[in-house]
């Protein structure tokens, strides 16, 4: 399940936000969305993450840090495994 995370902006303004793609609940990968909106997620991903952008979950910027030490695969099959 793909969704999408917000967080405060850092020191330079810069946005904190991004998509985490979940398996049971869990965070397993991460695309920071910095400036390129639901295009930061793989191609057969972009309109989920459209969809995902609708209704964001808030986190901390701790949070944010933990999640940016995640995988950021280029593909993912259309089944939702990573390649």
């Keep these: 399940m793909l969704s999408y995370f917000t967080s405060t902006n850092d020191i330079n303004g810069n946005p904190r936000r991004g998509f985490a793609w979940l398996e049971d609940g869990q965070p397993v990968a991460f695309w920071p969305e910095g400036y390129l909106s639901y295009m930061a997620v793989p191609e057969p991903f ?38």
Excluded: D, H, N, W
């Excluded at 972009?46 to 950021?72: D, E, H």
């Design 46 to 83: 972009q309109y989920r993450a459209r969809r995902a952008m609708q209704c964001g979950v808030t986190i901390t910027a701790k949070y944010y840090g933990r999640m940016l030490s995640l995988p950021s695969p280029s593909e993912i099959e259309a089944s939702g495994e990573f390649s």
